[in-house]
């Protein structure tokens, strides 16, 4: 059974770009987490979706935005990218309510 | 949503010493989840404890869960260098972890 995938594996953009992660979740999955973690950091809520639906949302800006889409894969979208918004982005999907399998993350790097 | 207080941020030991985290709500949780991070990889599900005083054992680490459901703890016995990572606890629900122990283990 294929794992939650995540692509790209590294992006680099230019500060004031858009950057655009994708993340299919392992099939039968219906909720999708996305999460920021800098570099030596902890894992930063981002995002939940169950459902196509926005659960909740963690303390991020309005530039921080996603959607997920009918067969569960989620984006998620970085606006007006600042230095600070380098890190790791993980994200992870779970039968809702239970145990998450997280992808191996996209790196991405603001210059 | 749940806010998971962990503590302490970072542990260095000595290999054969033991190690403990602790993970503390302000809120009484439906559950709680384990996991661990290696250095550049990603997190992985450890375990997951229901039950009010629940305890479980995987070798050498020991899981417990408060009898108010409002805290947590990991022990691991002896640590060795593969042991070496941040391990993170998680309430149920909106998934929101804690800020995580890192532990660093000297040879």
């Known amino acids: 059974e294929a794992g939650v995938t995540q692509s790209p594996t590294h992006l680099i953009k230019t500060r004031g770009q858009q950057a655009t992660l994708r993340c299919s979740p392992i099939?039968?999955?219906?909720?999708v987490y996305w999460y920021q973690q800098a570099l030596g950091l902890g894992l930063q809520f981002l995002l939940w979706?169950?459902?196509?639906?926005?659960?909740n949302r963690g303390n991020f800006p309005p530039r921080f935005s996603g959607r997920q889409f009918p067969n569960y894969s989620s984006e998620l979208n970085v606006n007006a990218l600042e230095l600070e918004d380098s890190a790791l982005y993980l994200c992870?999907?779970?039968?809702?309510?239970?145990?998450?399998?997280f992808g191996q993350g996209t790196r991405l790097t603001v210059v | 949503g749940q806010q998971v207080m962990q503590i302490p941020q970072y542990q260095h030991v000595q290999e054969g010493e033991d190690f403990t985290t602790y993970c503390n709500s302000s809120t009484t949780l439906s559950n709680i989840q384990w996991y661990k991070q290696r250095p550049g990889g990603h997190p992985v599900f450890l375990i997951q404890l229901v039950k009010s005083g629940e305890v479980k054992k995987q070798k050498r680490l020991t899981f417990q869960f408060g009898e108010a459901k409002k805290n947590s703890s990991l022990h691991i016995t002896a640590t060795q260098t593969t042991d070496v990572g941040t391990y993170f606890c998680?309430?149920?629900?909106?998934?929101?972890f804690g800020a995580g122990t890192r532990l660093t283990v000297k040879p």
């Open positions: 099939s039968g999955h219906t909720s």
């Open positions: 992870a999907s779970s039968p809702t309510g239970t145990r998450a399998f």
């Open positions: 998680a309430g149920r629900g909106d998934m929101r």
């Open positions: 979706y169950d459902e196509g639906e926005e659960r």
